[in-house]
């Protein structure tokens, strides 16, 4: 009888945990929420700068207004981990063939969550470093990864670390390694992934439209990075460039409005609604255009192209774009 009523009561007090865990308020936290709630949540300091984490942060002095202004990020927020973006994408064998910047697969992705000390009683905020796309994206690739693995309760601090410092808030340089943590993937979604040849068959019909989330330079053929292996974009793709996804405040980057990127959306051809799936060079930018569609704009049927153009030109897929000399 004792038992069963010790039982009991664990069951109850599971129930109140629960209950009283906190809800995130959406894909995007401030930094005030994440200040008043920090001992609710789990912080995962995503960089690939992995020397910054530990190191001081840089200020320099405006001469003219005496105002301090961040220079270089460093340092992190009291009790985060750190998680080396480098092996958010792995290599993996497709076809026989061994690809480049993949998903992990989801048993080595638990296993990467649970070697950050991650636990699955609360939510999690991802914290880019929050001073250029590139690096914003590490986090929203990140962000996308849990969301294929089931994770719902995770978020992206806004204006990142460098948002964090520029506000005066706390820092430390000081390492806290934690406990294995017991995370464990709820789910694979791989209605989030797109295919090669799902990406061929919307070339052809328009259907679902294709975003590219490259540099015009790129997206028109004048430049490539040495993964992809030919000049141009997919034909029907429309750019949505990463320098229009987040406007500049006082050394950081912030997340626009809902408004701002319908109107952005539409002034480069895409439609805010309706099947989409985001590209980019390996995977990586392609995360903020997916972010921007799926989580900000609210177009669930977006996918992305895991793999993107170094995967597409590497079996031999065309491209097209302007003339080179």
């Known amino acids: 009888m004792k038992k069963i009523q ?4 664990l069951v109850l007090i599971s129930l109140v945990s629960l209950a009283q865990a906190i809800t995130l308020p959406g894909p995007v936290v401030s930094a005030d929420w994440l200040a008043n709630n920090m001992s609710e949540v789990q912080v995962i300091e995503v960089r690939t700068d992995l020397a910054s984490y ?11 207004t005496g105002k301090k202004f961040l220079v270089e990020v460093g340092g992190h927020i009291a009790n985060s981990t750190l998680l080396d973006f480098k092996k958010v994408r792995v290599e993996r064998l497709v076809d026989g063939k061994k690809i480049k910047h993949l998903i992990p697969e989801k048993a080595d992705f638990e296993k990467l969550v649970q070697s ?7 939510p999690i905020v991802l914290v880019p470093i929050g001073q250029d796309m590139s690096d914003i994206d590490e986090a929203l690739r990140t962000y996308w990864s849990f969301k294929v693995y089931g994770e719902d309760q995770v978020a992206v601090l806004d204006g990142g670390m460098a948002g964090w410092l520029s506000e005066g808030r706390e820092f430390t340089i000081a390492n806290s390694p934690k406990a294995t943590g017991n995370w464990i993937a709820k789910a694979e979604r791989k209605e989030l992934i797109a295919s090669s040849n799902e ?9 679902p439209q294709l975003l590219d989330a490259r540099q015009p330079a790129q997206y028109l053929g004048l430049a490539k990075r040495p993964d992809v292996l030919t000049f141009g974009h997919i034909a029907g793709s429309k750019e949505l460039a990463p320098e229009l996804l987040a406007r500049p405040s006082n050394g950081a980057l912030y997340f626009w409005q809902k408004k701002t990127y319908d109107a952005l959306l539409a002034a480069n051809g895409l439609s805010s609604k309706g099947p989409t799936i985001a590209y980019c060079n390996t995977g990586h930018l392609a995360s903020g255009g997916w972010f921007v569609m799926s989580e900000l704009v609210g177009n ?3 996918k992305l192209y895991d793999g993107s153009l170094y995967l597409w030109t590497l079996e031999g897929r ?8």
């Open 318 to 325: 065309p491209l097209v774009g302007v003339p080179l000399n």
């Open 6 to 9: 010790w039982l009991l009561a």
């Open 300 to 302: 669930k049927s977006t």
């Open 199 to 207: 990406v061929a068959a919307a070339s052809k019909s328009g259907k």
């Open 116 to 122: 950050l000390g991650i636990n699955s009683d609360k």
């Open 54 to 64: 530990l190191r001081s942060p840089e200020f320099d002095t405006d001469k003219k």
